[in-house]
């Protein structure tokens, strides 16, 4: 028991700094005027923001949501590669 007494200080320490802190904090806790907040939202809201569609031929075609995964097209899709066989499954380095 008698090694444990070396924690008692942080322990103080930790407790009346965390006793500080709350009651520090009690001061930043005010009413928040529902006017001002209700006039920033709609402020924010009539902004115009990078996602909006914009008329014109920028939006003749959705744009595509990029995933991070580069995908390349399909050569099957056109039908100018040439099939491949059974044979044909050797790689070479």
Known sequence: MDILLWLVPPVVVTVLAMVLVTWLGRHGQREVDR?????KLA???RKEHPGQRRPG???SRP???????????SSRANDQAPRRTHGDDKRTA
Not at 35 to 39: G, M, S
Not at 63 to 73: C, E, K, L, Q
């Open 35 to 39: 006017d001002v907040a209700v006039q």
């Open 57 to 59: 031929p920028a939006t």
């Open 43 to 45: 402020r924010a809201l």
């Open 63 to 73: 744009r595509d949501r990029s995933t991070g995964i580069a995908v390349r097209p």
